[in-house]
């Protein structure tokens, strides 16, 4: 659920990458806080942006390796409780061009504003991830 989010995010821009609530799925070894490894990631995003709802969008610090695709938008009602059910081979080949080859190693579900500087506030209920065929 998401209380309220940052009104100047923009997904596409250095200085508004912040996101009301995301949810990263890491395909790969992504490595240890010290040893850490690039590896390709899905950021499901709610943002305070107008970004099209289903887009996929480039982080603009990691093009190539971090891809948002947008759930919630700055049109979303907040306070309310949303599902969201996501197919990631689906998605991956839509974010990435080609199936994913390795296997979800990691999740993280956070809220980022360290780029607006504005306040956001969700909260995370539960987060299921089901893996068949990868």
């Keep these: 659920m ?3 989010a940052q009104p100047s ?3 596409t821009k250095r200085d508004g990458d912040d996101v009301a609530a995301a949810i990263m ?3 790969g ?9 690039p590896v390709p990631t899905l950021r499901y995003s709610w943002t305070g942006a107008d970004h099209p709802i289903g887009s996929v969008i480039e982080n ?4 190539d390796i971090v891809k948002n695709i947008v759930l919630q938008n700055a049109d979303a009602e907040t306070n309310i409780w949303v599902t969201e059910r996501r197919n990631l081979a689906s998605d991956y ?3 990435f061009g080609e199936p994913p080859s390795d296997y979800v190693w990691a999740i993280a579900l956070f809220i980022d504003n360290d780029q607006t500087g504005e306040e956001a506030a969700a909260q995370f209920a539960s987060a299921q991830v089901y893996c068949d065929g990868f």
Excluded: K, N, S
């Design 2 to 4: 998401v209380e309220f």
């Design 9 to 11: 995010a923009d997904l």
């Design 25 to 27: 799925v890491l395909f």
């Design 29 to 37: 070894d992504p490595g240890t806080l010290l040893d850490p490894r």
């Design 60 to 63: 603009p610090y990691h093009p």
């Design 93 to 95: 080949e839509a974010a």
